[in-house]
């Protein structure tokens, strides 16, 4: 059964750096093809992919968010671990972390419950 | 980020069939997957790889992909099949999810 759980903070002020952990179990990050995504969703807007990090080491970032995105994994804790420097309202979001398969194509197909981050001084 | 396209909201009335497109820049050239998303859930994988479904999903939930645009048809829709559709490619290392389809089952 694969589950996946996001924790962190749920305020943070602007300025601040973010960080978010993903606990996972059910499957392993290093199994070829297996890896693990960032998604969020502001109140009322769309899904925003972030990032991945894959069982080889690749990471694949947001054009948008690069240069304030990390993606880094503990394959044996099972997590995965995303920092956002920088933090601004406009980043207020329920952040999702998810399994994602590559294999000839991407599909995520495991979500977490999501963490809901608020910016705010 | 690759941009693709969907509209805003499609209504559809039970029992009826419901199409969701999405567009995108060569879209029919790469893989489309859908998520369903009812409020204040998690998305569901619906649709991968342009047109198969993960165990779990009903077959009245089926994919299409080509040229530059990729959809989603339900057919005889039920009243639980009203959520938002996002629908999601690869492109050159980066992902790209569409802004979302309401789906109205009225």
């Known amino acids: 059964q694969v589950t996946l759980r996001e924790s962190g903070p749920a305020l943070v002020k602007p300025t601040q750096t973010l960080t978010l952990t993903c606990t996972f179990s059910?499957?392993?990050?290093?199994?070829?093809?297996?890896?693990v995504s960032w998604i969020r969703q502001p109140p009322g807007k769309a899904l925003e992919w972030l990032a991945r990090?894959?069982?080889?080491?690749?990471?694949y970032y947001s054009p948008s968010l690069k240069t304030r995105l990390t993606i880094s994994k503990d394959t044996s804790k099972n997590q995965v671990v995303l920092t956002m420097t920088n933090m601004d309202p406009v980043d207020t979001a329920t952040y999702y972390c998810?399994?994602?398969?590559?294999?000839?194509?991407?599909?995520?197909?495991?979500w977490g419950q999501g963490t809901l981050v608020t910016v705010s001084s | 980020s690759y941009e693709l396209t969907q509209p805003p909201s499609v209504s559809v009335s039970p029992g009826q069939t419901a199409s969701i497109t999405c567009s995108g820049d060569?879209?029919?050239?790469?893989?489309a997957c859908w998520y369903q998303q009812r409020p204040g859930q998690s998305p569901v994988l619906v649709i991968y790889?342009?047109?198969k479904r993960p165990s779990g999903i009903p077959d009245r939930f089926s994919g299409s992909n080509s040229g530059n645009t990729a959809t989603l048809t339900i057919s005889g829709t039920q009243a639980i099949d009203e959520a938002d559709y996002y629908c999601?490619?690869?492109?050159?290392?980066?992902?790209?999810f569409g802004g979302g389809t309401k789906l109205t089952v009225l």
């Open positions: 998810a399994r994602t398969i590559d294999d000839s194509s991407a599909y995520t197909d495991y």
């Open positions: 059910g499957f392993s990050l290093s199994t070829s093809g297996m890896c």
């Open positions: 990090i894959d069982w080889d080491g690749y990471k």
């Open positions: 060569k879209l029919g050239d790469k893989y």
């Open positions: 790889q342009n047109n």
């Open positions: 999601q490619a690869w492109d050159r290392s980066t992902e790209g």
